[in-house]
């Protein structure tokens, strides 16, 4: 007997299959016979793919700065994981991580290598912020819960320490196992070009289609040589929207020229969530096929490559003995106008609509699905 069936999904490539869970995992897939707890009738009709991994987000509910309810930006959109992304540091990451514990959605932690995390724009301007053991003593505590490290490298946030934090991160990421480091890039100094040097196989770049002066292109609008290098060294780029950290032109030109996102993330938090340019990860995805991404590809940057990049091998696909992790969504043809952090428009023919989510096997309507009655009983 399984726990729940869903009944004609289709996938992405167009696929259409039976998917059925048990005791939080994927159980069987394609024509499945048998009888379950609850059975959902997709008829074909709406799309399925694994869970959608947002793998930066902020959503430490006592954070000053930047702050939300994981279940507001996660399940009611549709989206299965999230990934806060250095909102806590040492000092608050065992408060972050009991409140996480209460939400439906699967919540992880990049570490803030400050151990006072986000309490201020500025927490690396402060080298004894800087705490390895602090790091290494929180790493060890809570091992299933960090699956990386986060630095924020903009002047805003170094002051007059220059690269120094980045370079004091790298030894925190040798000394730990190796996790994935995501770095933040915005405002120089330090200069991108430098950033780009210390990083390696793994590591992240977020924001990386900004539209700031220390963005990836040149003034000619050329990818810089230190960014094509970093790629080839397997760095991995980030999308994270975010307020201020994306620009459709940076992003139209750079996939041009064949510089895709590995991720596709959205750097939300109340704020932006509610009054934009973010809204939700489903329309920052809406955004990039706008921009000329396939379905596929987009979907992609949210599962598989989500998951890969932060080694979360028991999720990002539909496969037998992974999480019960599934988002079922909509592909409409609805023209929209979306915003970017420039406030730049652009229209678009399509628009990603999520409408439930399977966590752990359990079934979940979203908002927009509620406010459709698509799947009342």
């Not at 690269?163 to 995501?182: C, D, S, W």
């Not at 406030?343 to 309507?365: D, I, M, N, Y």
Request: net charge negative.
């Amino acid at each position: 007997m399984f726990d729940l069936i869903l009944r004609q999904a289709r996938l992405v490539d167009d696929t259409v299959i039976d998917i059925a869970l048990k005791d939080g995992k994927i159980a069987a897939l394609g024509e499945v016979t048998g009888e379950a707890h609850e059975v959902r009738a997709l008829n074909g009709e709406y799309y399925v793919s694994a869970g959608w991994i947002d793998s930066h987000v902020h959503c430490y509910q006592k954070s000053p700065i930047y702050h939300d309810e994981p279940d507001s930006i996660g399940i009611n959109t549709g989206v299965t994981t999230v990934v806060d992304a250095g909102s806590t540091g040492a000092d608050d990451i065992d408060e972050f991580y009991e409140l996480t514990r209460k939400a439906a959605t699967d919540v992880y932690a990049l570490l803030n290598i400050s151990r006072v995390g986000l309490i201020a724009q500025n927490e690396l301007s402060n080298m004894a912020n800087i705490d390895k053991a602090a790091v290494r003593d929180a790493v060890k505590r809570h091992p299933g819960f960090i699956v990386g490290i986060k630095a924020r490298m903009s002047s805003s946030v170094v002051g007059d320490n220059g690269i120094k934090p980045l370079e004091r991160a790298k030894e925190i990421q040798r000394e730990n196992g190796e996790l994935p480091l995501m770095v933040h890039i915005g405002n120089n100094p330090p200069d991108l070009d430098e950033i780009a040097g210390l990083l390696t196989s793994g590591d992240i770049i977020t924001h990386c289609y900004n539209g700031k002066p220390n963005r990836i292109l040149t003034p000619a609008g050329e990818l810089r040589a230190s960014i094509a290098n970093a790629i080839q060294r397997g760095v991995r780029l980030d999308v994270g929207h975010g307020t201020a950290s994306f620009s459709f032109e940076v992003a139209k030109i750079a996939i041009k020229q064949g510089i895709f996102p590995h991720t596709i993330s959205s750097d939300i938090y109340c704020r932006n969530r509610i009054n934009g340019p973010v809204h939700s990860l489903g329309a920052v995805m809406s955004k990039f096929l706008s921009i000329g991404l396939s379905l596929q590809q987009v979907i992609d940057c949210v599962t598989s490559n989500a998951a890969d990049g932060l080694r979360l091998k028991h999720k990002g696909r539909l496969s037998v003995g992974l999480d019960g992790d599934l988002t079922i969504f909509e592909l409409r043809r609805q023209p929209t106008m979306f915003t970017d952090s420039e406030q730049q428009t652009l229209t678009g023919e399509l628009l990603l609509s999520p409408l439930a989510a399977v966590r752990a096997g359990k079934w979940f309507t979203t908002e927009q699905g509620k406010a459709e009655h698509v799947f009342d009983l």
